[in-house]
């Protein structure tokens, strides 16, 4: 079979790369930032405080105080997450004035050790960070509104999650994981199109109708300029719109659960995938009857596009998880796209069969595996809203903050409790597709006869 005008479209490949790769690459700056009430110093192993009443402005004196390692310094930030979550909590019951000693404590005994290495590499977040701490001990000791305190709490979650990326290593197994990610959800998309348009191509040659694969093929180029605009429009919305950052990552990351789930369960994809076959051949049967050029574009676009609008959601979520870890997405997109080119030509241009199936079902193992990751990213998103509870497991083992975000581990209990679910419908829905399904129809065969 020939696909050599498939074959030729690298201009869309581009796009479509750029597209998705531009906003991985960019990092928000930060807010500006004001000076906090209380004298900048670096850390110290204990600092000489003078406390006040809580109705007189606070006053906060420190001593000088020697550099710490940044190892240490990420574990003080553990500490600072703990006072964060407590403080919420203590204004939450109404204890304000144990909610303000609180917030006192976790950012003079904890976050004051971060403040030295920090200001080396990110001198503008740690005056955010300072900033925000003092926001939020004002409005405590004013006694604003809990939604208000909130929200500042919200931020500073945020602060110190960009502190903590600032101050670790990418390391090479969180770069392996997201590059993999990124490699697999191109290569498997785009390979699902590499079929579909296979089998189109060959019902054209099988009829003696290959004049009509160059209007196909400029529907495949025209479906990948829509994936990466696609792209580019949800990034647009999701910017404007009047809802935190944090929901609407969950947002995104559920919606590609939602897909990848529905992937996973490739038994009942391959069914759904017959029928979407019966419907492109029927489209390419009445373009060819009436030879209309405008309807074979749309089903080399309608092909495409379809793969195309699923790895624009898959890739939302990606980026959104993978601050701090551009580069890497731009890798494994890189090198996917590569391998897809490759076997593009293999099946296009000199007609090999290649063990597709057994690509599928491996590349099914681990796309359930992103998923897990994404569920577990959203949920956490939630927490760091307040939206959802936060109980966290000490026992459990920290990692990186980068490991974290491309596995979508982080030890809560609604964080594990919730990919423990996800695990569980996938366990259940192998069970059903590999082992009862299969026997209710060998069953079924040998009562009828």
């Known amino acids: 079979m020939s696909g050599r005008r498939l074959i030729g479209a690298p201009l869309a490949l581009v796009l479509l790369a750029l597209a998705l790769l531009a906003p991985?690459?960019?990092?928000?700056?930060?807010?500006?930032?004001?000076?906090?009430?209380?004298?900048?110093?670096?850390?110290?192993?204990?600092?000489?405080?003078?406390?006040?009443?809580?109705?007189?402005?606070?006053?906060?004196?420190?001593?000088?105080?020697?550099?710490?390692?940044?190892?240490?310094?990420?574990?003080?930030?553990?500490?600072?997450?703990?006072?964060?979550?407590?403080?919420?909590?203590?204004?939450?019951?109404?204890?304000?004035?144990?909610?303000?000693t609180q917030a006192k404590t976790g950012y003079l005994d904890h976050f004051e050790y971060v403040e030295v290495p920090l200001r080396v590499v990110a001198p503008d977040l740690t005056a955010d960070a300072e900033t925000k701490f003092a926001e939020i001990r004002g409005l405590i000791n004013s006694r604003a509104p809990v939604d208000v305190i909130r929200a500042n709490i919200v931020e500073l979650r945020r602060l110190i999650d960009d502190t903590e990326r600032?101050?670790?290593?990418?390391?090479?197994?969180?770069?392996?994981?997201?590059?993999?990610?990124?490699?697999?959800?191109?290569?498997?998309?785009?390979?699902?199109?590499?079929?579909?348009?296979?089998?189109?191509?060959?019902?054209?040659?099988?009829?003696?109708?290959?004049?009509?694969?160059?209007?196909?093929?400029?529907?495949?180029?025209?479906?990948?300029?829509?994936?990466?605009?696609?792209?580019?429009?949800?990034?647009?919305?999701?910017?404007?719109?009047?809802?935190?950052?944090?929901?609407?990552?969950?947002?995104?990351?559920t919606a590609a659960v939602a897909v990848l789930l529905y992937i996973s369960f490739w038994l009942i994809a391959r069914l759904e995938h017959r029928r979407w076959m019966e419907f492109l051949r029927s489209r390419l049967f009445n373009a060819v009857s009436v030879g209309s050029t405008t309807a074979l574009v749309l089903v080399g676009f309608t092909a495409m596009y379809r793969e195309g609008l699923e790895t624009a959601l898959l890739y939302q979520a990606l980026v959104e998880f993978g601050q701090g870890l551009g580069w890497w997405v731009v890798a494994g997109l890189v090198v996917g796209l590569i391998a897809l080119a490759v076997v593009s030509y293999l099946i296009f241009k000199l007609g090999r069969r290649l063990p597709v199936k057994t690509f599928l079902v491996c590349a099914v193992v681990l796309l359930m595996a992103t998923s897990v990751a994404f569920l577990g990213n959203a949920v956490r998103s939630l927490q760091t809203a307040d939206l959802v509870g936060l109980t966290p497991l000490d026992a459990f083992p920290r990692v990186p903050i980068f490991l974290s975000q491309a596995l979508g581990y982080w030890p809560s209990l609604q964080t594990l409790a919730s990919q423990v679910v996800l695990i569980c419908v996938y366990a259940l829905g192998a069970v059903w597709l590999l082992v009862v399904r299969p026997r209710r129809s060998r069953e079924a065969q040998w009562a009828s006869g």
């Open 24 to 100: 991985a690459l960019m990092s928000s700056g930060s807010a500006a930032s004001q000076t906090d009430a209380a004298p900048q110093a670096g850390a110290a192993p204990r600092a000489v405080v003078h406390q006040v009443p809580l109705q007189q402005p606070q006053q906060e004196i420190a001593t000088a105080q020697p550099a710490i390692s940044r190892d240490e310094a990420i574990r003080q930030l553990a500490a600072v997450r703990a006072s964060i979550d407590q403080t919420l909590e203590l204004v939450k019951q109404g204890q304000i004035e144990q909610a303000y």
């Open 166 to 253: 600032r101050l670790t290593d990418t390391g090479f197994d969180a770069a392996a994981v997201v590059a993999g990610q990124s490699f697999l959800i191109i290569f498997r998309e785009g390979l699902e199109a590499v079929l579909l348009l296979s089998a189109l191509l060959g019902y054209l040659e099988a009829t003696k109708a290959t004049q009509y694969r160059k209007p196909i093929a400029w529907g495949v180029v025209i479906g990948l300029a829509a994936t990466a605009v696609t792209y580019l429009i949800l990034r647009s919305i999701l910017a404007v719109l009047p809802v935190g950052r944090e929901v609407l990552e969950a947002v995104v990351a």
